[in-house]
C-alpha cells in the first residue's frame, strides 16, 4: 500500500461520495486534468473540483476494478455505472507530486468497437 | 522498482523487439487476456504469444508513456505508431502471480468520441 495507491483509492471514494471537499485536498493548486479521447483540459483545483461537481449529474455509482500505485505514479482502472445496467470502463493514469497531492490527470473512457476481421481466427469472442 | 513494473517494462520491451520467446517466458501458462471493447479473449500462452505474433502485421512501434507497478498488480500507458504520423493510446491492466509471471491482461484502445455539450462551459478544448 504505497501513498500513491491511498491518494488513488481516497479519490475514488472521495468522488462516488460527492464529498468536494475531501476532493480538493487531494489535488495540487495546479492540477492539470486531460481527457485525450475529447481533447478536453482542465487546468487548476477550483476549475477541476467545479469540472466533476457539475460536469456530472445523475445518480451514476463508481466502483474501483484495479488501482496500482508506486512512487509518484499510480493507474486506476473503474466502473461507471449511470443507474440502468449499462456501464462503462475508466481508465485513469495519476502523476502526484513529493507531498502525495495528485498533480496530473489523464482520463479514457473507451467504448465498443468492431474487432479486426484479420485476427479473428486468433481469438475467441465472448 | 517493483517485480510487477519490471514485468510490464519486459513485456513492452519483447512486443516492440517481436521477440515472442521472451515474451512467452514472461506470461503465464494459462494467461488471460481479453479486449472489454470487442469482447475478445484469448487463453493460454501458446494462444496468446500466436496472437501477438500473426495479429498485428506491419511496421508499427510502441512507446511506453506510463508503467506502474505494484506487488502483484500493474499497469500501463502506451502510444502505439502505425508508421505514419497517427498513433493510438493503449491502456493495459495485468495481474501476475506469485511466480512474478503475468496470468491476467486486460486491454482497452481507445478511439476519440464528442465531448459532452453539457459540459463545455467547464473545460478547455485543446
Keep these: 500500500m504505497t501513498d500513491a495507491y491511498q491518494a488513488v483509492a481516497a479519490y475514488w471514494a472521495a468522488i462516488e461520495a460527492r464529498d468536494w ?3 480538493a485536498g487531494l489535488v495540487a493548486a495546479g492540477v492539470f486534468y486531460e481527457v485525450p479521447q475529447t481533447r478536453e483540459r482542465v487546468t487548476g483545483r477550483e476549475a ?4 466533476c461537481a457539475d460536469g456530472f449529474p445523475g445518480e451514476w455509482h463508481i466502483a474501483v476494478e484495479r488501482a496500482v500505485g508506486q512512487g509518484r505514479h499510480a ?3 473503474v466502473r461507471w455505472s449511470p443507474g440502468d445496467d449499462a456501464s462503462q ?7 502526484l507530486g513529493a507531498d ?3 498533480t496530473r490527470i489523464t482520463d479514457f473512457w473507451p ?16
Excluded at 48 to 51: A, D, E, H, L, Q
Excluded at 89 to 95: A, E, V, W
Excluded at 111 to 126: D, F, K, T
Design 89 to 95: 470502463s475508466g481508465l485513469s493514469f495519476f502523476d
Design 111 to 126: 467504448e465498443p468497437y468492431e474487432p479486426s476481421a484479420n485476427r479473428a481466427h486468433l481469438v475467441e469472442h465472448y
Design 100 to 102: 502525495g497531492l495528485i
Design 48 to 51: 477541476f473540483v467545479r469540472f
Design 75 to 77: 493507474a486506476s482502472w
Design 21 to 23: 471537499e475531501t476532493l
